[in-house]
């Protein structure tokens, strides 16, 4: 099966603090995604990545920036986060074949 | 820029009906996407949809695509409490098959 681990369930953090979320998928999937999802609004596309060092930005990219260094992991950054960053982050990965996505369970931000 | 509607955003259904959810997407794509979220819960992918015709069943959900019509549909049979969840539609940009956009979801409650 499919592994998509991110790595803190819930996290509180103060506003201006640096925020790292990162996740990690067992599959050897090219693409891999980050999403925050907002009661109301849906799933909104932060950052992708296709491919090791290469990312591409979402529809909503302000105020975050991503890296990967290696294939396996994606990390989402909020440089100096903000109370409108309280969200639940989702990462999934995919095979470039299918594109179908693979979650994982979730981080719950909240920013005070 | 790809758009994804769902309709009806909220349904409420008996027992043992039939209902159909309507996905439209806005631009050129052959790629679609079903999944169903639990609250509390990350999305587990229900369907992979990946040409014109394409349409695939599991259990009382049947998933269809029609890629000239832009449109999807999920259409439940004789529903059961155990189908109550949210379920979205997502589509891969035909520009780049790496981005995929979620409709808003469809909360979905059966009841006795």
């Known amino acids: 099966d499919v592994k998509v681990t991110q790595s803190s369930r819930y996290l509180v953090k103060r506003t201006g603090e640096k925020v790292f979320l990162e996740c990690v998928q067992d599959m050897d999937h090219e693409n891999m995604f980050w999403y925050r999802q907002d009661p109301g609004l849906g799933l909104r596309l932060i950052y992708f990545s296709y491919d090791v060092k290469m990312k591409e930005k979402g529809d909503i990219p302000e105020g975050y920036s991503v890296s990967r260094e290696k294939k396996e992991r994606f990390s989402l950054i909020l440089e100096s986060a903000s109370t409108n960053q309280t969200s639940m982050y989702l990462c999934?990965?995919?095979?470039?074949?299918?594109?179908?996505?693979?979650f994982g369970e979730g981080s719950r931000l909240t920013v005070l | 820029e790809l758009k994804v509607e769902q309709n009806p955003l909220f349904l409420s259904m008996q027992e043992g009906k039939n209902y159909t959810i309507y996905c439209n997407y806005s631009?050129?794509?052959?790629?679609l996407y079903w999944y169903r979220q639990d609250p509390g819960k990350s999305l587990e992918s229900l369907f992979v949809l990946l040409s014109n015709g394409a349409v695939k069943q599991e259990g009382r959900l049947m998933a269809s695509l029609d890629t000239k019509a832009r449109l999807s549909t999920l259409h439940i049979t004789a529903a059961v409490h155990d189908l109550s969840a949210t379920y979205f539609c997502a589509v891969a940009a035909k520009t780049s098959y790496d981005k995929v956009i979620f409709g808003p979801g469809t909360s979905l409650s059966v009841i006795p």
């Open positions: 999934a990965s995919s095979f470039y074949a299918t594109g179908e996505l693979f």
């Open positions: 631009t050129t794509s052959d790629r």
